[in-house]
């Protein structure tokens, strides 16, 4: 029995596949491969992941016969009316972890077909459930000015508070005053940057679980948001496309000017390598 591949940068030991994973998640699941190919029981442990080969039979793929009702013509070149639909089969729990403000942990249990060749989550047989009592509620989203001070809180949006509400937190976003700076791309390139001062708040427990709030205390994120003139890095004017914004976390006491200089001081990462930029004035 052949290993399985499970990800680009595994490494195989016979029947054995060992991936070095990005994120935490435990748990132990059978898998069925092709029809005529080994299964493989993966375990979940840390960031890691363990792929054992085991033989075919020990979990067979769904497989289901189909009249598609082809043509005479067709028929005759098969020698049949039909085909095998085949579906991948897992049996087991995956328990993915969450190290992100404003997200939980994620369970999930397979107990039959995956529901894959068919592209049909109605089919599949899974249970997914996020665990509450480990997911943080979102309770604020507030906007400070050029010297740190408290400008507005934005008014929450989404399809539950109807239509126009993204046009008012956009109203609101569109007030908050900004700072610009110029900055030199890592090919020479003189762009500039806008930021703005954000706060987020968030609160353990969601649901029957809100009481967990009382005894953890709240986490509170503070950020830089920045918007480029123009694509920055190395991937700009290719099919991807550079970044043209992203944000920072800012440290106590510091303003729209240190953060920034921050960024443009660390060592920022490409699909296509790594790189610089310079940071050169107000603009």
């Excluded at 029947?15 to 491969?33: A, C, M």
């Excluded at 969450?98 to 599949?124: C, H, K, P, T």
């Excluded at 106590?252 to 930029?277: Q, V």
Aim: charged share 30%.
């Amino acid at each position: 029995m052949k290993a399985v591949r499970w990800g680009d940068n595994d490494r195989y030991f016979g029947p054995f596949t060992w991936h070095p994973g990005d994120y935490v998640r435990y748990g132990v699941v059978l898998e069925s491969s092709g029809e005529e190919s080994p299964s493989y029981l993966r375990l979940h442990l840390w960031r890691w992941t363990v792929c054992v080969a085991t033989p075919a039979w020990l979990c067979r793929p769904y497989r289901e016969k189909r009249y598609p009702g082809w043509d005479a013509e067709t028929i005759a070149r098969l020698g049949r009316d039909w085909y095998w639909d085949i579906d991948k089969r897992s049996y087991g729990f995956c328990l993915s972890k969450s190290g992100d403000v404003g997200n939980s942990d994620f369970l999930q249990v397979y107990y039959g077909r995956a529901g894959g060749s068919m592209m049909d989550s109605s089919i599949e047989q899974r249970w997914s459930y996020f665990l509450p009592w480990t997911q943080w509620r979102h309770l604020r989203h507030s906007y400070y000015g050029l010297n740190g001070e408290w400008i507005a809180d934005a008014p929450e949006f989404g399809y539950r508070l109807g239509q126009g509400s993204w046009e008012k937190h956009r109203q609101v976003e569109a007030s908050i005053p900004t700072r610009q700076f110029k900055f030199q791309d890592f090919d020479g390139q003189e762009l500039i940057a806008t930021t703005r001062i954000e706060e987020r708040e968030w609160r353990r427990g969601t649901g029957w679980f809100k009481w967990l709030s009382w005894f953890s205390p709240r986490k509170i994120s503070r950020d830089l948001d920045i918007r480029f003139s123009g694509e920055t890095g190395r991937e700009k004017g290719s099919w991807k496309g550079g970044t043209i914004g992203t944000s920072i976390e800012m440290l106590p006491g510091e303003l729209h000017e240190a953060a920034f200089r921050r960024y443009c001081d660390e060592e920022h990462r490409a699909k296509s390598g790594k790189y610089r930029i310079k940071f050169i004035g107000a603009a």
